[in-house]
């Protein structure tokens, strides 16, 4: 098992990487201070994981461990289903020391997260993240939050977890397109800050794709250690932590566009990164043969690298300026400085933006 630290001061907190830690009883009880525990999952998760997590709770005596099972997907990530949660803690009696435990992707951490964050004006949460996405970024930094119909993420709040614990195990039952959706935000962080680590996807994206379980838990720590040292530094996202969402304003657009759940997270991810790195191109940043190779790796990585078909640039255009990265109507993206560097800039010509989102799938064209 690997320990990193999210080095946030007197929050600071562990993420526990390795295989089979969703049964160690002693990763769990050291963060849990009350006597009370609940659950959050779904259900997909629960019939695959939550025995193993209730049994090792229940290890500690006198524990209330109670669980939650909400239904799954991204469609469900609203106020409606969060209101499960609270009734949940309400009719169990959880009091101001109770802890929350997510168990499952980021749709679950999110909520879960939230919950824990407004719960009697917030109680502890534990993060058991069960897909690659939500191992390498959505349970590390303290970010959750619901959808509302006219916006993604668009209520929620800052809140750390008091620990992360990624079992590489769970990697074994997450479906192929879910898989390639977490493998997005991993390029992200090679694109962003980590050449030296850009360079070893090049060379690994095949036993990524096989889930090797060495190349899968080192692409895992690798990526959490970058999001961590990127949380650390700004923790509330007034700087350098936006560039985190390196091709999420595109990305944002087209899953807004297509309806939540139809491109996974990841997916949109995928596509928005190549029309960043197109733009960088324009800018004159990168070469044509670095864009040339991102969308090879992409490709090789499962994932889409166009838009969906039938999305117009006044589709994009709409959607870019609801996102929360637009500051004053101007359109502030994060683009690629070089392979391994990210810049955020409201500098972007209109032009060039319009020529990337016509671009279509003959991005990288003139
Ligand atoms: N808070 C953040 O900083 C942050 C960052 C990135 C993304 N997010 C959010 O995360 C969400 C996407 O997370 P996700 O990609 O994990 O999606 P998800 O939570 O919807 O999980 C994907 C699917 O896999 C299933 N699943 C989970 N673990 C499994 C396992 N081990 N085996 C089999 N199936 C499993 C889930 O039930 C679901 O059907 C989005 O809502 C996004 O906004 C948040
Ligand atoms: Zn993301």
């Known amino acids: 098992m690997h320990t990193l630290t999210v080095d946030l001061g007197d929050r600071s907190y562990p993420i526990y990487i390795g295989t089979g830690l969703l049964d160690r009883a002693e990763l769990y009880t050291p963060h849990i201070k009350g006597r009370q525990v609940l659950i959050v999952t779904n259900e997909t998760v629960a019939p695959l994981y939550l025995q193993r997590v209730k049994t090792a709770l229940q290890q500690t005596s006198g524990l209330q461990v109670d669980e939650v099972i909400l239904p799954d997907g991204e469609a469900f990530k609203n106020l409606d289903t969060l209101n499960l949660i609270y009734d949940a803690l309400l009719e169990k009696r959880h009091n101001r020391t109770t802890t929350l435990l997510a168990l499952g992707g980021g749709v679950i951490g999110d909520m879960c997260g939230y919950a824990a964050a407004s719960y009697q004006r917030g109680v502890n949460f534990i993060q058991v993240p069960t897909t690659l996405l939500s191992q390498v970024d959505s349970s590390v930094g303290g970010k959750t939050g619901v959808n509302h119909r006219l916006g993604k993420n668009m209520i929620g709040a800052f809140h750390q977890p008091q620990c992360v614990l990624a079992d590489t195990e769970t990697m074994n039952t997450l479906p192929e397109r879910e898989l390639s959706a977490g493998i997005a935000e991993v390029i992200k ?5 980590d050449e030296p680590f850009y360079r070893w996807l090049q060379d690994n994206m095949p ?3 096989a889930r090797d379980p060495r190349a899968l838990a ?4 690798r990526s959490c250690q970058n999001k961590a040292e990127v949380v650390a530094q700004d923790e509330t996202e007034s700087g350098i932590r936006a560039t985190l969402n390196l091709g999420h304003t595109f990305g944002h657009a087209i899953e807004s566009h ?21 733009l960088s191109w324009r800018m004159g940043n990168i070469s044509a043969p670095e864009l040339e190779a991102l969308r ?7 994932l889409p690298v166009t838009g969906p078909a039938d999305m117009t640039v006044d589709d994009y255009l709409s959607r870019m300026v ?3 990265k637009v500051l004053d109507g101007r359109i502030r993206l994060v683009l690629l400085q070089r392979i391994g560097e990210a810049c955020i800039t409201s500098e972007v010509s ?3 933006l319009l020529q990337t989102l016509q671009a279509g799938n003959r991005l990288g064209c003139p």
């Open 322 to 324: 609801v996102d929360k």
């Open 207 to 209: 036993a990524l794709m």
């Open 350 to 352: 209109r032009e060039l």
């Open 218 to 221: 080192y692409a895992i720590e």
């Open 258 to 278: 297509q309806g939540y759940g139809q491109w996974l997270h990841g997916e949109a991810v995928g596509a928005g990164m190549l029309q960043a790195a197109d």
């Open 189 to 193: 962080y090679g694109l962003i800050c």
């Open 296 to 302: 090879a790796l992409l490709q090789q990585a499962g």
